[in-house]
C-alpha cells in the first residue's frame, strides 16, 4: 500500500505562528512574528512552517539573498511550478472539492516539546453509532491513564453539545477535546491518530509524512464506499482505503464482507496482521425481555432519518411499507407506528392511517421506547447490521431488516433469532411483516439473549487495544 501523502498545508497557510515560534524558541511577540521571518528569519535560513523550507527553496530557485523565500512562492506559485519543500512532489493549488469539503481549514502542528497523545478523529457531531464509538474508545483509554484527545475536524464542540456527550457517555474528566474548525492543534511528533470514517483519515495525508509513525488506526463500521456513487467523492474515499492503516472492525459480518468485496481486506495477509475484529456492546441494564400477553394491539418503531443524509436506511421504502401493511389489513388503526430520531409531529398516509414522529429521543426515552415496541422496522442497504436491529435483540421484539451482501437469514442468526431477513423491495417486505406480526400475536418470541454481542465495552475494546500495543507505538 502507498500512502500518497501530501507534503503542503491543507489551509494554504506556509507561516504557521505557532510552529514558527516554539521551534525556534522566539520571545517574540505572535503579532510580530511574520515580520520576524520576512526582516530576519529568512535570511537565517529558518522555516516559516513544518511545510516550507528556507535553504531548499533559495538554493532551488536562485534567490538571491534580499529575496524572501516565502513572499516569492505566495507571488508565484500560481504562474510557475514552485514547490515549498523537497518532499513536495508535485504542489496542488486547489485542494479541495465541490462534493464534500474534507479539507481542515487549520492545521496539525507538531512541536519537539509537546506531550504525546491518542488522537481519536470524529466523523461528526452527533450521538449516533459512529461517534459514539470514538467516545467509548476515548474512555477506555483515558481510564488506562493514557493522554487522550477528541478532535473533531469539520465542526465546533459548541457547550450543550459537549455536556450531553459527557453526561451520556460518563466521559473521562482528562479526555481533551479540540476542533480544526477553530484552530491550529499542537501535536508531537510521535503523537497516534484513531480515524472513525474515510473523511477523517484524509486530514491525516498532510501530517503523516512528518511523523514518527506513518501508520495510523481505523474504526471500519462500514463499507463507505456505498455511501457515494463513482464519482470524486468515491475516488476521494478510495484513496483514504488504499492508505496504511490497522483496522479496528465492527462486527464479523462486516467483516466477512470486506475481505470479500475491498481491499486490503481481501488480502489474506493484510487482515492477519492489521485487523481486528470486534462485536459491539449493548446496556442490558436498559434492553431486556419484557414478557408481555395482550398483543392485540402492536407497537411498531422505526429510526427516522432525513433521506437526503442517510440514503441507506431507504426511508421512502420504510414509508411505503407501513402504508401496504394498513391497505393489505397486515396493521390496522389500532396499532401504533412511532418515527424516532429527527423530527416532530402527526404523519398522514395515504388511506387514512397516522404515524407519530417523537423527534430525538434522550437515553431513558430512546430504551423504553425499544422495551415496550412489538417491531422495530430497520432498512440498511450496507453489510452492517446496524446497532438497532442488535438492541432490539435484547428486547420481547421482532425487526424487520434488509438483506445485502452476506447479511442474510444465515449469517444474521449467528446473533440472533429476532430479525427477520427481507429482499428490499416491498412484497418481500410484506411477507416479513405478515410473519413478524404473526408470530407476536401467538406469543411465539423466544427468550434467548443474542450470542456473540457484550454487554461491556471494555470486553469489545480490550482486542483493539492488544492491536494498539501490538503496533509498539505506545
Given amino acids: 500500500m502507498k500512502n500518497f501523502l501530501y507534503y503542503q498545508s491543507p489551509s494554504q ?40 523550507n528556507t535553504k531548499w527553496y533559495k538554493d532551488t530557485y536562485n534567490l538571491s539573498e534580499n529575496v524572501n523565500p516565502l513572499e516569492h512562492f505566495s507571488k508565484n506559485n500560481n504562474i510557475h511550478n514552485l514547490k515549498p519543500n523537497e518532499k513536495c512532489s508535485y504542489y496542488i493549488r486547489k485542494l479541495d472539492f465541490n ?13 519537539d516539546n509537546e506531550c504525546k497523545r491518542i488522537n481519536l478523529l470524529l466523523p461528526g457531531m452527533g450521538l449516533s453509532a459512529g461517534p459514539a464509538t470514538i467516545y467509548l474508545y476515548a474512555n477506555f483509554l483515558a481510564n488506562k491513564n493514557y493522554k487522550v484527545r477528541i478532535i473533531s475536524c ?16 460518563k466521559m473521562n474528566s482528562n479526555i481533551e477535546y479540540e476542533s480544526l474548525t477553530n484552530n491550529h492543534i499542537r501535536i508531537s511528533y510521535d503523537d497516534i491518530f484513531i480515524a472513525s470514517a474515510w473523511w477523517t483519515v484524509y486530514p491525516l495525508k498532510f501530517i503523516l509524512g512528518y511523523l514518527k509513525f506513518k501508520k495510523f488506526f481505523w474504526f471500519i463500521q462500514e463499507n463507505e464506499l456505498l455511501l457515494h456513487c463513482g464519482d470524486e467523492t468515491y475516488a476521494k474515499a478510495i484513496s483514504c482505503y488504499n492508505m496504511d492503516y490497522y483496522s479496528f472492525i465492527n462486527t464479523s459480518i462486516l467483516f466477512d464482507d470486506l475481505k470479500k468485496v475491498l481491499y486490503p481486506f481481501t488480502d489474506e495477509n493484510y487482515c492477519k496482521n492489521n485487523c481486528i475484529c470486534f462485536e ?91 422495551r415496550n415496541a412489538d417491531i422495530l422496522i430497520s432498512f440498511q442497504m450496507a453489510p452492517h447490521p446496524s446497532y438497532p ?80 500495543l501490538k503496533s509498539n507505538m505506545l
Wanted: aromatic fraction near 14%; proline fraction near 3%; glycine fraction near 4%.
Fill in 13 to 52: 497557510n506556509f507561516f504557521n505562528k505557532i510552529w514558527y515560534k516554539e521551534t525556534y524558541k522566539l520571545n517574540i511577540n505572535d503579532n510580530n512574528l511574520l515580520s520576524h521571518y520576512c526582516t530576519i528569519g529568512y535570511k537565517q535560513n529558518l522555516n516559516p512552517s513544518l511545510y516550507f
Fill in 99 to 111: 462534493e464534500w469539503s474534507i479539507i481542515p481549514k487549520n492545521d496539525f502542528v507538531p512541536l
Fill in 154 to 169: 469539520f465542526n465546533n464542540f459548541t457547550d450543550d453539545v459537549l455536556n450531553e456527550i459527557k453526561k451520556r457517555f
Fill in 280 to 370: 459491539p456492546a449493548f446496556n442490558t441494564k436498559e434492553l431486556f425481555y419484557v414478557h408481555k400477553l395482550n398483543r392485540t394491539k402492536l407497537n411498531i418503531i422505526f429510526y427516522s432519518r432525513d433521506y437526503t443524509i442517510a440514503k441507506r436506511n431507504c426511508n421512502n421504502l420504510l414509508i411505503e411499507l407501513i402504508t401496504a401493511c394498513y391497505q393489505n389489513e397486515i396493521i390496522n388503526k389500532n396499532d401504533k407506528v412511532y418515527g424516532f430520531g429527527q423530527k416532530k409531529g402527526i404523519v398522514n398516509l395515504p388511506g387514512g392511517f397516522k404515524y407519530e414522529e417523537l423527534g430525538f429521543l434522550n437515553l431513558d426515552e430512546y430504551y423504553k421506547l425499544y
Fill in 389 to 468: 436491529p442488535l438492541e432490539m435483540s435484547f428486547c420481547n421484539g421482532l425487526t424487520i431488516h434488509t438483506n445485502f451482501s452476506n447479511k442474510t437469514a444465515e449469517t444474521i442468526s449467528k446473533y440472533t433469532d429476532k430479525i427477520i431477513m427481507c429482499e428490499p423491495n416491498i412484497l418481500s417486505l410484506l411477507d416479513g411483516m405478515k410473519e413478524a406480526v404473526e408470530k407476536i400475536k401467538k406469543n411465539e418470541i423466544s427468550n434467548a439473549m443474542p450470542k456473540l454481542l457484550h454487554d461491556d465495552w471494555n470486553i469489545s475494546f480490550e482486542m483493539c487495544f492488544d492491536l494498539l
